[in-house]
T-cell receptor, first 113, second 112 residues
Framework: ELKVEQNPLFLSMQEGKNYTIYCNYS?????LYWYRQDPGKSLESLFV?????AVKQEGRLMASLDTKARLSTLHITAAVHDLSATYFC?????????????FGKGTKLSVKP | EAQVTQNPRYLITVTGKKLTVTCSQN?????MSWYRQDPGLGLRQIYY???????DKGDVPEGYKVSRKEKRNFPLILESPSPNQTSLYFC???????????FGPGTRLTVL
């Protein structure tokens, strides 16, 4: 059964700094998802990573996938306060039912001036 | 406007009183899903539907029922709610599988 682990769970950053959130998963997952949740709000889909070596970027966020290492990363470049949110990764059970998603516990990011 | 709506947004009820949380989307999406969010546990999938009349269990289906009679609606039914179902519930939809999901605003349920 697929398990998804994120770290760190809490991250306090200074504006302008770079950092990376890690998402490890336990068994084969044929795709990896990243989501953002602002405090008190719903979730927003950020990235869908479909294959080994996939890289997606939007603004200061860049996500990548290494299926051999069973690792996805979300890299934050030159953080700004607006990026403060909780970020979740999720994997899809490969070979299982196509709609079953397993989420990590989330990384709560706080960007301070 | 493309959206996923949930009703009610807030609900306080008592143990054992049947309730339904509605979810509707106007994007003609095939895939719909229900999640619950609890502090420290992240999101967990309850049920999902790949299309009309096709539903399947997620990770925490116990105590919940769903149906998908029309493409736009995917209600979540709690036949006999218990306090451990107190949670924040999200419905989501996407076209052709769980990629790029659109989430509803959430329903905060308290079971006393």
């Amino acid at each position: 059964e697929l398990k998804v682990e994120q770290n760190p769970l809490f991250l306090s950053m200074q504006e302008g700094k770079n950092y990376t959130i890690y998402c490890n998963y336990s068994t084969t997952s044929d795709r990896l998802y990243w989501y953002r949740q602002d405090p008190g709000k719903s979730l927003e889909s950020l990235f869908v990573l479909l294959s080994n070596g996939a890289v997606k970027q939007e603004g200061r966020l860049m996500a990548s996938l290494d299926t051999k290492a069973r690792l996805s990363t979300l890299h934050i470049t030159a953080a700004v306060h607006d990026l403060s949110a909780t970020y979740f990764c999720a994997g899809r059970n490969y070979g299982g039912s196509q709609g079953n998603l397993i989420f990590g516990k989330g990384t709560k990011l706080s960007v301070k001036p | 406007e493309a959206q996923v709506t949930q009703n009610p947004r807030y609900l306080i009820t008592v143990t054992g009183k049947k309730l339904t949380v509605t979810c509707s989307q106007n994007m003609n999406h095939e895939y719909m899903s229900w999640y619950r969010q609890d502090p420290g546990l992240g999101l967990r999938q309850i049920y999902y539907s790949m299309n009309v009349e096709v539903t399947d269990k997620g990770d925490v289906p116990e105590g919940y029922k769903v149906s998908r009679k029309e493409k736009r609606n995917f209600p979540l039914i709690l036949e006999s709610p218990s306090p451990n179902q107190t949670s924040l519930y999200f419905c989501a939809s996407s076209g052709g599988g769980p990629d790029t999901q659109y989430f509803g605003p959430g329903t905060r349920l308290t079971v006393l």
